[in-house]
């Protein structure tokens, strides 16, 4: 009861946002009362805890996929991020703005489980890349996540950007391509390249 609970109330989160959604609205569709969540989760804020639990849980699988899929490093980082930029400006914009907004010490509690596995995944990744010559090999692997999470924080956290008037595609542009187009050798800059040409 306890995971569809969570996987009821994350649909509806991602649906409809964070701030307006009441624990009734949430369980809604499931048709049971708000004691039964009561049962398993302490208030609306730690039902949303679980949810964000599951939710990146799910994202860094499809991170790992698309790893799977991409034998090119330049390629996987290129679409782990901009994959991750349109879902916080896509469908789903009113959570991700709601969680950044509202949330944001609950969120980064929670990105906090992730961070060490996909920091550690994103620096295999960049050391792949440094081998295969995609990326330069002077700079500190371990680095360029945190700095990548900076630049992502930007976009998502702040409003600095805004009064440039950027869709999202252009804020990737001007901030996270920016600075993989500067860890990218030669090499990685044709890759970087023919990938752009094929969005």
Known sequence: ???????????????????????????????????????????????LKHCLLKHYSELVQAFEGLKDQNKNPVAALFQMWHSA?????GVNH??????????????????????????SFLEDLIRSGVKQGYFRNDITPEIIPLVINILYSSITRTGQFKKYKLTPDQLMQNTIDAYLRGICTAKGLKEFEKINQSL
């Open 94 to 119: 009113i959570f991700y703005h709601d969680l950044n907004y509202y949330y944001p010490r609950l969120q980064d509690l929670v990105l906090q489980k992730f961070f060490k596995k996909g920091y």
């Open 85 to 89: 930029i349109n879902a916080d400006f």
């Open 1 to 47: 009861m306890k995971d569809q609970i969570t996987e009821t109330a994350l649909q509806q989160f991602l649906k409809h946002g964070i701030r307006k959604m009441t624990v009734q609205n949430l369980i809604a569709p499931m048709g049971i009362s708000t004691k039964t969540v009561y049962k398993y989760f302490s208030n609306k804020e730690d039902l």
